[in-house]
């Protein structure tokens, strides 16, 4: 067998997983169905910029504005969360898919536009080397080698406006339980003169387009849009929960991104936890062929890296999907009058919540009293 991969998907994780290999001298080539990469765009790009400095992704020059906080709605009743140095910037996708490309192939990757790979392709591919399915949320490379399933998907529906709001520094989420189940509503400031107005919603629930039309007819929504230009619009999805395997080592196939469910459940953004695990995937990868070590390495270090997380995610995404709108609007009352948002806003971390936890045990072993405020 050949020390060749082939990474079918040239998405964020699809790439940055084939930079890693190629630069572990590994033989690569990424395939993507579509002609131009990274469009249409359908997501947004905000990233914690301790996530981006994870990846150590050259990123600069797709940022389109920096946040330092986020405002969270409930039932009329507001928790600030705010923060003086910058938590997460805001990325133009399309760009950051072409930041990928480049870093890839600069190291070496082959990257092979305008080719949707089939299972009889893969068939050849997994026994001429290593397959990685890094093929988005609906993957032909799970289904084809039946390698566990996603339970659960988000529908998703949101719109670019040619305008502004009061603060271009914070992210307001909206949480309305008759509007959106499952997610929520949001309103990010792409730039300082665009306004991107999203929401999700479970599934199950039904349409994200009549859930995003209910939710900017909202005076909320309404009243910040006002008459503002739609520069763009799209649908999409997102899988929200983990598939319960991510490798199947008699194949020799390994699952990254959204192909393997690794979104963060409370709010959906997949970029960081889907591009640390192809950096996993790799380091495994060049032990299979170097010292013929086991492919399970993968997933045992991607759970090992992510699972408490992943599960502080769960639990908030299932207090906030089963609390209703005035139990939510309550709680956010209560946080804000104890100074959660300040606490959050210091020593929170939007991709791993245990760090958190962390600093929350490194200060009570400090004080004997807490004070969030
Ligand atoms: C509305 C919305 C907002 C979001 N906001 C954020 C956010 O703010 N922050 C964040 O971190 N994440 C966010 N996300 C999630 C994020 O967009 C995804 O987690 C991320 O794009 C997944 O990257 P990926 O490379 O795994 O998959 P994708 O980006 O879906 O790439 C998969 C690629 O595989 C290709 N492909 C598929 N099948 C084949 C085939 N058979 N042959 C060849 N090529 C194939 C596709 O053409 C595609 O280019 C959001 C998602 C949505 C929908």
Redesign the pocket.
């Known amino acids: 067998m050949e020390e060749k991969v082939s990474v079918?998907?040239?998405?964020?994780?699809?790439?940055v997983t084939a930079k890693r290999l190629a630069k572990l001298g590994i033989n690569t080539v990424v395939?993507?169905?579509?002609r131009v990469?990274?469009e249409p765009v359908?997501?947004?790009?905000?990233?914690s910029i301790k996530?981006l400095q994870k990846i150590g992704m050259n990123y600069s020059s797709a940022i389109t504005n920096t946040l330092h906080g986020a405002r969270i709605h409930a039932n009329g009743k507001t928790m600030n969360i705010s923060s003086k140095p910058a938590v997460a910037h805001?990325l133009d996708?399309k760009r950051l898919?072409d930041i990928c490309h480049d870093e890839a192939v600069a190291e070496g990757a082959d990257v092979l536009l305008g080719?949707?790979?089939?299972g009889r392709e893969l068939e050849g591919f997994s026994s001429e080397g290593i397959v990685v399915g890094?093929?988005?949320?609906?993957?032909?490379?799970a289904r084809h080698y039946k390698i566990g399933s996603i339970k659960n998907y988000?529908l998703?529906?949101?719109a670019e406006y040619n305008t502004s709001h009061d603060d271009h520094r914070v992210v307001d989420v909206f949480f309305d339980g008759k509007v959106s189940k499952g997610l929520f509503g949001w309103i990010?400031p792409n730039s300082e003169d665009i306004l991107e107005v999203?929401i999700?919603v479970d599934s199950s629930f039904g349409n994200a387009m009549a859930s995003f039309k209910k939710f900017i007819s909202t005076k909320e929504i309404s009243d910040v849009i006002g008459n503002a230009k739609r520069i763009s619009e799209g649908a999409?999805?997102?899988p929200v929960s983990q598939r319960s395997r991510i490798v199947d080592p008699k194949s020799r196939v390994l699952l990254?991104?959204?192909?393997?469910g690794?979104?963060?459940p409370s709010?959906?953004?997949?970029?960081?936890?889907?591009s640390i695990a192809g950096i996993l995937a790799a380091e495994s990868i060049k032990n299979y062929f170097e010292h013929g070590a086991d492919l399970y390495q993968y997933e045992r270090a991607y759970r090992k890296t992510f699972m408490l997380d992943i599960w502080m995610h769960e639990m908030v995404k299932s207090f906030y999907s089963g609390v209703g709108n005035m139990g939510m609007g309550f709680t956010l009352k209560i946080l804000e009058v104890l100074g959660f948002g300040r606490f959050l806003g210091r020593y929170g971390d939007m991709d791993m919540p245990s760090e958190m936890a962390r600093n929350l045990l490194r200060l009570g072993s400090k004080n004997s009293e807490i004070s969030f405020g």
């Open positions: 079918i998907g040239g998405g964020t994780a699809g790439l395939y993507d169905q579509k990469l990274g359908r997501a947004s790009g905000i990233l996530g805001v996708r898919n080719k949707r790979v089939t890094a093929d988005g949320a609906v993957s032909e490379v988000l998703t529906y949101k990010c999203g999700g999409s999805m997102i990254v991104g959204d192909a393997a690794q979104v963060k709010t959906g953004g997949g970029i960081i936890y889907g």
